[in-house]
């Protein structure tokens, strides 16, 4: 399992407190899964879904933000539809806060309420 001692070999700019408070916000996970994005690597943690690994991406980089009123996490209001392509596969259109990051997935389309910063 990793947490903010391993974490910060991947986000050296991130402080302290913020890689405390990540691994708070994250269900248990043991390792980061690389997810490409118009341009950007994303390092997302495993076991968890896109739209927290995205928020938490967000906090340790500060090149993502989260515009926390248009989600309700729990797979109903579907404002987080994310288009991505798996590797070798179509792209599909997943509810980020149910998907979990795979290895070469792509997000295409972030949903509207993530900024990313390229
Ligand atoms: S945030 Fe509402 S369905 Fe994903």
Redesign the pocket.
Known sequence: MMGPDELIAFFPAADGETLQMVCGLLAPFDGLVRVHCRGVDLQLPDRNSL?RGLQCWGMLTGRLTTDFSK??????????ATTIRRAGAEPEVV????AEPEPGMEILELAEGFELRT
Do not use: I, P, S
Not at 71 to 80: E, I, P
């Open positions: 739209w989600f309700c996490l729990a797979g109903n209001c579907r404002q987080c509810l980020a806060c149910k």
